[in-house]
């Protein structure tokens, strides 16, 4: 089993700037996909971006973005502290969203990055609010 847990979401006025924590315990293999995902109510999770753990296809280390965010998000990771975080910058008011961490155990199960089928393990969500 995998728990993740996300912190640093807030409030914050257009043009500013957060960073998301996910925390992650319990085992995951060396390769693996962690992504992060929002959702507004009433729409459906949208994929923000992707951090690809491994070798070989998979790449090793390699992170992938939505083009709604391309440029202002940057994911990273810090594998000593089993930390995933996602810096956003430049924040607009419709990127007011919950923002999830997510990870896919078996990365052969996720069609495409921002698709939420293969993600088998989710945290509780931090909430993301950018005021005009």
């Known amino acids: 089993q995998v728990q993740l847990v996300e912190s640093g979401g807030g409030s914050v006025q257009a043009g500013g700037s957060l960073r998301l924590s996910c925390v992650a315990s319990?085992?995951?293999?060396?390769?693996?996909?962690m992504g992060w995902f929002r959702q507004v109510p009433g729409k459906e999770r949208e994929g923000v971006g992707a951090?690809?753990?491994?070798?070989?296809?998979?790449?090793?280390?390699?992170?992938y973005y939505a083009d709604s965010v391309k440029g202002r998000f940057t994911i990273s990771r810090d594998n000593a502290k089993n930390t995933l975080y996602l810096q956003l910058n430049s924040l607009k008011p419709e990127d007011t969203a919950m923002y999830y961490c997510?990870?896919?155990?078996?990365?052969?199960?996720?069609?495409?990055?921002?698709?939420?089928?293969?993600?088998?393990?989710w945290g509780q969500g931090t909430q993301v609010i950018v005021s005009s």
């Open positions: 997510a990870a896919a155990s078996d990365p052969t199960r996720v069609p495409v990055f921002a698709a939420t089928q293969g993600y088998s393990y």
């Open positions: 319990g085992y995951l293999p060396s390769r693996h996909i």
């Open positions: 951090f690809y753990a491994g070798v070989g296809s998979f790449g090793d280390g390699s992170a």
